[in-house]
């Protein structure tokens, strides 16, 4: 064979090749191709898993999803391109154990009353792990972040619920802290290994798993995922990356054992973190947009061509409803949030689809300042978002009020009240005393003090919190 004839020979390889590789697509992972309309038959699938992941500290605009220029996420944007991606999209506080009350109650943070660091919620409350275990699902929850301890009363309706082993250090790159107390053991690799060793034992049974990493919220990561730089804000992305990449592990378990194309992927945050927008950094201090814009994110058990994209405003409190609704189950009873399944099924013009009624909606968001402080009088700061305007008023000996076009200031960089024309703020003081207004719950009643020894506290401030 002549020279000629090789490169023809070759040229007619690649020209075959690429035509069976346009008809073979070739994916990033094993599920199936899959159209929205097939959304609505999950309901009615027998074998359906659900995965919460929940990423401590993880701001959505840090993702490259929501539009961030560095690479901090290939796994996660991925998702987000082959599921459902809520893009605005908000929490209900900025300290972790408030937030996640909302989270798995559905119900905003005046209405669970679990606003300080010795609240916890009371047996009567029903949680979302106990309404999948009712169902039949096999629940299991690996946590690392203290606020979400048995302690507190989250472990409930979970029958493994645990913290996991501490396993071989990974030659760490971390934020470096003048508080001598804020270095919590391990990694989220010990959570990654928990959660893949539960997948292999437990893949014959439909299961519910919860996974709640920490390193976002610790700033760490190894050094591989190190490429971003050496700023504070810089270790964060570099966190970000390497917790992305426990993600990748975790779904190339479910790979490996069969359970990608029957396990609902749900990925979320309890709040964000501040660099100095406003004169903070971390969290758990003010509920301006970089504490409480975080992501939400649906992997189904099939990829779409086409990502489905959700415009408008959603909160942490919707999250459950939409994932049971999507399982076929009850959302909370009481709940604040809603499924938005319709407006999913909608947006990708599926029959059956249907936009919410009465929008917009006011979106809250609650903060006790003093939340640490046992013997403090309580200092309510509250946030209402009120279509694109956003209106925060403080109470106790700290008032003030502010509020911010989110049309033409997302960063909220202006405060239309400190210049500018009076504004008439009637209609957001009668939101606020709307939710002020709002029903308990009956189990409200029981949220009790819970008394940490020193343990329990030293734990806590392993993650960074002061308690006194």
Do not use: C
């Not at 901090?72 to 929490?91: C, E, I, K, Q, Y």
């Not at 010990?190 to 959660?195: H, K, L, V």
């Not at 570099?238 to 359970?259: F, P």
């Not at 509250?382 to 200031?409: N, Q």
Request: proline fraction near 6%; avoid cysteine; aromatic fraction near 10%.
């Amino acid at each position: 064979m002549n020279r000629r004839t090789l490169v023809y020979a070759m040229l007619a390889i690649l020209l075959v090749a690429g035509f069976f590789l346009t008809q073979f697509r070739i994916r990033p992972d094993e599920r199936p191709l899959g159209k929205p309309e097939e959304i609505l038959g999950l309901a009615q699938r027998t074998d359906l898993n659900v995965i919460f992941i929940l990423v401590d500290t993880l701001r959505a605009d840090r993702l490259g999803a929501y539009g961030y220029e560095r690479p901090t996420s290939p796994t996660l944007d991925h998702l987000a391109n082959t599921g459902v991606r809520f893009s605005n999209h908000l929490s209900q506080s900025s300290w972790t154990k408030t937030s996640m009350a909302s989270i798995w109650t559905s119900m905003y943070p005046n209405r669970t009353g679990i606003l300080r660091f010795d609240h916890a919620i009371p047996d009567s409350a029903v949680l979302p792990a106990e309404i999948l275990k009712d169902a039949g699902f096999l629940t299991a929850g690996i946590w690392r972040n203290g606020w979400v301890a048995p302690t507190f009363g989250f472990e409930q309706g979970f029958e493994v619920y645990h913290r996991p082993e501490i396993g071989a250090p990974i030659g760490s790159i971390r934020r470096e802290s003048k508080n001598p107390y804020a270095k919590l053991a391990g990694s989220d690799v010990d959570a990654t290994d928990g959660a893949v060793e539960f997948l292999r034992t437990n893949k014959t049974d439909r299961f519910f798993l919860y996974i709640h990493f920490m390193d976002a919220h610790q700033y760490l990561s190894d050094e591989e995922s190190a490429q971003f730089g050496t700023s504070y804000s810089d270790l964060y992305d570099n966190s970000i990356h390497w917790t992305d990449r426990q993600i990748k592990t975790l779904l190339g378990a479910l790979d490996e054992h069969g359970l990608r194309e029957k396990t609902i992927l749900v990925i979320a945050s309890d709040h964000g973190e501040a660099f100095q927008e406003h004169g903070n950094e971390g969290h758990a201090k003010d509920l301006h947009r970089e504490v409480v814009y975080t992501p939400w994110i649906i992997s189904l058990p099939f990829s779409l061509e086409q990502g489905i994209v959700i415009d408008a405003m959603t909160e942490n409190v919707d999250v459950w409803p939409t994932v049971l609704d999507l399982v076929g189950e009850p959302g909370p009873d009481g709940a604040d949030g809603r499924s938005r399944l319709p407006e999913i099924l909608a947006v990708a013009g599926v029959e059956g689809g249907s936009e919410p009624v009465g929008l917009p909606r006011p979106s809250y968001a609650q903060l006790d300042r003093t939340w640490g402080k046992a013997d403090a009088e309580a200092e309510p700061l509250i946030a209402v978002t009120l279509g694109k305007r956003r209106f925060m008023r403080g109470f106790g000996k700290h008032v003030g009020v502010k509020l911010y076009d989110m049309a033409e200031d997302p960063r909220e960089e202006k405060n239309l009240l400190a210049e500018g024309p009076p504004v008439d703020l009637r209609e957001f003081d009668a939101a606020i005393d709307a939710y002020y207004a709002m029903p308990e719950p009956a189990w409200r009643k029981e949220v009790e003090k819970v008394e940490l020894d020193d343990m329990q506290k030293g734990q806590l401030r392993a993650i960074g919190y002061s308690i006194e």
